[in-house]
Each structure stands twice: as structure tokens, then as C-alpha cells.
């Protein structure tokens, strides 16, 4: 099973800065089926990023995704009030489709 | 557009099995590629994969648990059926279902959850 192992667990930041939050995953991808997923409280998980690096329609471009191997990173250039949520990465290489165990982007 | 949404009790005993129905629109389990999983989070916890069809019945499920678990297609009634016997208090969780392709492997669209709660 491919473990998928997110870093940091919360990050605290404030409005109009950058985050970078991290997913190595424990076998290095041949086929780069990396996805990213925002969820707020009670919603359900929304796609940001797929194949590590594209942006799902309707995705604010202040969102990326970057990576290969066995290290992928999701980058907010410039913080909305509204992108404070929980962030989690998933492979789609092998199953069982594994998720992270997310971050918490939480306001500083 | 494409809609999902999951059904099923809000409230099982322990030892009794869960049925959990994906009612689905705007798209078909019929077109080549195209597939449903199901997805499942804990109170507080993270998100948890657990088991996935395609259009050609082609089932995938999480190793640790297969044995408890059946996924099940109904194209005509563009259903998706999952089943997990011998239901646990940890197996409490938020129950997703999502839409998924072959040739995109990510889940695009997402049901909005149904709660399960394992309590005697």
C-alpha cells in the first residue's frame, strides 16, 4: 500500500501570504496521479489539483501544484480568507487509492 | 451537470450490515471508463478509500477491509450499491461517493456524505 505522509499538520498563516504544504508519498509515482482536495467543516472534499500540477475548472490560479517522484507540494501564492480548510493529497497510482493524512490551514 | 448523492441508515447496530446507495445524474456507468468509488471519513479524521467500480464491473477495494466489503452497479438505474457486513462503533463515519475515469484518474465530483453511526 502507498502511503501518502502530509506535512506539515496545521499551519497557521494570515491573509495574503504563502502556504506550501507537502505530500511525499512512500513509493515513487511512475504516472504522477496526484491529486489535491480542499474540504471546509461539513462540505465535501472539493478537487483542486490533478496529475500533481493541473488545476481543475473553476480553480483560482493563485492555486499549483508542483512535484514528482516521491515529493509533491500544493502552493496558495497570495491567501483568501476563504482557502483556510483542511488540504489533502491522494494517489490514484496503485490501489488502494490512499489519501494523506491532511493539513490543517488554519488563520495565524 | 453532475450530481451524486449516498443513502442509508443514519443509525446501524454493531454486528449488522450496511447498505449505502450512490444515486447518481449526468453521466453514465455504461460509458467506457467511467467508474464510482466510495470514500469514507471519521469524525475528525482524515478520508479513507474504500472501494471503487467501473463501467466494465471492474472492482477495486481497500485490502484491510475487503472482506466486509461488496460494490455494486445498477447502470439502468444509475446506481452504485456498497455493503459493509459486521459493522463496528469505528466504523462511525461520514460515507462519500464520487465519480471517477480510467483515463482521469481523480475523483471530480462528490456526493455530499450521508452519516453512519455504529451504536448499540
Known amino acids: 500500500e502507498v502511503v501518502l505522509t502530509q506535512s506539515p499538520g496545521t499551519l497557521s498563516l494570515s491573509p495574503g501570504e504563502r502556504a506550501t504544504l507537502s505530500c511525499r508519498v512512500s513509493?515513487?509515482?511512475?504516472?504522477?496521479?496526484l491529486a489535491w482536495y480542499q474540504q471546509k467543516p461539513g462540505q465535501a472534499p472539493r478537487l483542486l489539483i490533478y496529475?500533481?500540477?493541473t488545476r481543475a475548472p473553476g480553480i483560482p490560479d493563485r492555486f499549483s501544484g508542483s512535484g514528482s517522484g516521491t515529493d509533491f507540494t500544493l502552493t496558495i501564492s497570495r491567501l483568501e480568507p476563504e482557502d483556510f480548510a483542511v488540504y489533502y493529497c491522494?494517489?490514484?497510482?496503485?490501489?488502494?487509492?490512499?489519501f494523506g493524512q491532511g493539513t490543517r490551514l488554519e488563520i495565524k | 451537470q453532475i450530481t451524486l448523492t449516498e443513502s442509508g441508515p443514519t443509525l446501524v447496530k454493531p454486528t449488522q450490515t450496511l447498505t449505502l446507495t450512490c444515486a447518481f445524474s449526468?453521466?453514465?456507468?455504461?460509458?467506457?471508463?467511467?467508474?464510482v468509488g466510495w470514500i469514507r471519513q471519521p469524525p475528525g479524521k482524515a478520508l479513507e478509500w474504500l472501494a471503487l467500480?467501473?463501467?466494465?464491473?471492474?472492482?477495486r477495494y481497500r485490502p484491510s477491509l475487503k472482506s466486509r466489503l461488496t460494490i455494486t452497479k445498477d447502470s439502468s438505474k444509475n446506481q452504485v450499491v456498497l455493503t459493509m457486513s459486521n459493522m463496528d462503533p469505528v466504523d462511525t463515519a461520514t460515507y462519500y461517493c464520487?465519480?471517477?475515469?480510467?483515463?482521469?484518474?481523480?475523483?471530480?465530483?462528490w456526493g455530499p456524505g450521508t452519516l453512519v453511526i455504529v451504536s448499540s
Open positions: 467500480v467501473y463501467w466494465n464491473d471492474d472492482k
Open positions: 464520487a465519480q471517477t475515469k480510467i483515463a482521469a484518474p481523480r475523483f471530480d465530483s
Open positions: 449526468g453521466f453514465s456507468l455504461s460509458t467506457p471508463g467511467v467508474g
Open positions: 491522494q494517489q490514484f497510482d496503485s490501489s488502494p487509492y490512499t
Open positions: 496529475d500533481a500540477s
Open positions: 513509493h515513487i509515482s511512475t504516472t504522477w496521479y
